[in-house]
């Protein structure tokens, strides 16, 4: 049995590439820049409207973390979060909290998550997901740290 080694590219097919990258790369140049401006509108859009509230917390009806949210880390938060329910997102109508969330909070692990905005500085976020999945097996150590990262940012004394 001999070696296979993988075809030398043919001129053609170098030049079809050639032409796709260079047809392609204004378009996704152009999407990269709306993407950048779309994030830039939100920050100013927040740092300009939410005074008082410097945090979007967002989580759901899960057992494994609805009372202990809503016990510990909300009501040091009531002042200064805007609160977004994942298990009510039904009921979401476009606002700028939840405009915020879905860019800001990806697509992984955002649920529970906290996003702490400063003026003029880049979002910081807290994602407890993965830290939760060990508290539900009585293992509150990362829960506690992420809880502890997030209230010291905030300048908040944690119940």
Known sequence: MGIISPKKPTIASKAFLTVLVITFSPILIMAIFLY???GAILY?????????????FVYSNSPTWKEYIEREILPPLQNQAIILNWSERKTWKTSLPVLAFQYFGKDR???????????????????????FKDFKHGKTRKVQEIKRALFETLGVESS
């Open 36 to 38: 950048l401006l779309w």
């Open 109 to 131: 692990n955002f649920n529970p998550m906290a996003i702490v905005f400063r003026p003029f500085h880049l979002v910081k976020t807290y994602r407890f997901y993965e830290a």
């Open 44 to 56: 100013f859009a927040i740092w300009l409207t939410w005074k008082e509230q410097r945090v979007l």
